[in-house]
């Protein structure tokens, strides 16, 4: 217990229903008003706040994450934080962070009787701006590897993504690094042999990046 004038501090490190006595006798101070004084000061548990792990989950600049409370009790009062993580002060057990770069995610939680806790994580995000090509693909319609496109992970902004044959006639194109060629040009098959790509993407570094190769279509 500490003190400073006529205020009085205490602490309790756990949980449960204290008393508290006052001996009101200044020194050569007589009558009513001094002696001893009494009452009990319920103390109650902090909540229990955790947020759910996420595993080794590579998370890339600009993804957006899903961040959960671990076994969430209904009279608590969650809040996320920080705000240019999640652009409003989310409330809740579940909420989507925006993750620009390395960051601690807080959620903090206060329950029923006013008591505050806090969890937080550090999220390392990676700039994932690596984009990789299979050397051959097998359009044969089987489900297995039937689709020329980029192998990654990340966020690009992608200005052009093209196919062409030996021949320099351009096979496939697209902004949209999701599609990916079919072995078809005009719903046509295209014969086996070497095929020439070629990307430009921006990642979230803001740098354009330019990518050559070749592959082989085999049927």
């Known amino acids: 217990m500490d003190s400073t004038s006529d205020i009085y501090y205490a602490m309790w490190h756990n949980a449960g229903v204290y008393t508290i006595t006052v001996n009101l006798s200044p020194s050569g101070a007589t009558g009513c008003g001094y002696g001893l004084f009494e009452d009990t000061i319920t103390v109650y548990p902090l909540p229990d706040v955790h947020i759910e792990p996420l595993n080794g989950s590579l998370i890339c600049d600009g993804d957006n994450v899903v961040m959960n409370a671990v076994d969430p009790a209904i009279t608590n009062v ?56 299979p050397n051959a693909f097998t359009p044969n319609e089987d489900g297995k590897n039937d689709i020329f496109r980029p192998i990654t992970q990340g966020n690009h902004k992608v200005s052009i993504f093209s196919i062409e044959n030996r021949y320099g006639q351009v096979v496939f194109t697209t902004i949209d690094e999701r599609k990916g060629w079919d072995g078809k040009l005009d719903g046509v098959e ?9 990307i430009k993407y921006q990642c979230s570094d803001g740098k354009d990046y330019l990518k050559k190769g070749d592959f082989e279509l085999i049927r």
């Open 78 to 133: 969650y809040e996320w934080a920080p705000l240019g993580v999640f652009y409003s002060r989310d409330k809740g057990t579940s909420a989507v962070a925006i993750i620009d770069s390395s960051v601690y995610i807080y959620l903090q939680a206060t329950s029923s009787y006013g008591c505050v806790n806090t969890d937080s994580v550090y999220i390392a995000a990676k700039s994932c701006c690596g984009l990789y090509f």
């Open 190 to 198: 295209q014969p086996i042999g070497t095929y020439f790509f070629l």
